[in-house]
């Protein structure tokens, strides 16, 4: 079965730190890039970071320097490492695969990341 499977969200003080984790199945091998993407209510979903499977990252300007991407392909799972957390911050994050054989995109159920001033 395809999935993506997003855990770690959370409410958290402006400053601190959360950590995402997408479990990829049947692999995460078999999506290339990976991703994660964020909604904020009443906004359009958006590109937060990508990572392709060379390990190539991108990232959206309001969070270089604060939020890293990696991927750990033995537990198949793509990280979103969030630090300096702001308010701004706050929405739904989602995880997304690009699947290799199909190039079909695939998204998680979303997990939500609540920053506090």
């Known amino acids: 079965q395809v999935q993506l499977v997003e855990s770690g969200g959370g409410l958290v003080q402006a400053g601190g730190s959360l950590r995402l984790s997408c479990a990829a199945s049947p692999s995460i091998n078999s999506f290339n890039p990976m991703g994660w993407y964020r909604q904020a209510p009443g906004k359009e979903r958006e590109l937060v970071a990508r990572i392709t499977s060379g390990g190539t990252t991108n990232y959206a300007d309001s969070v270089k320097d604060r939020f890293t991407i990696s991927r750990d392909n033995a537990k198949s799972t793509v990280y979103l490492q969030m630090n300096s957390l702001k308010p701004e911050d706050t929405a739904v994050y989602y995880c997304?695969?690009?699947?290799?054989?199909?190039?079909?995109?695939?998204w998680g159920q979303g997990t939500q990341v609540t920053v506090s001033s």
């Open positions: 997304n695969g690009a699947r290799i054989l199909s190039s079909r995109d695939y």
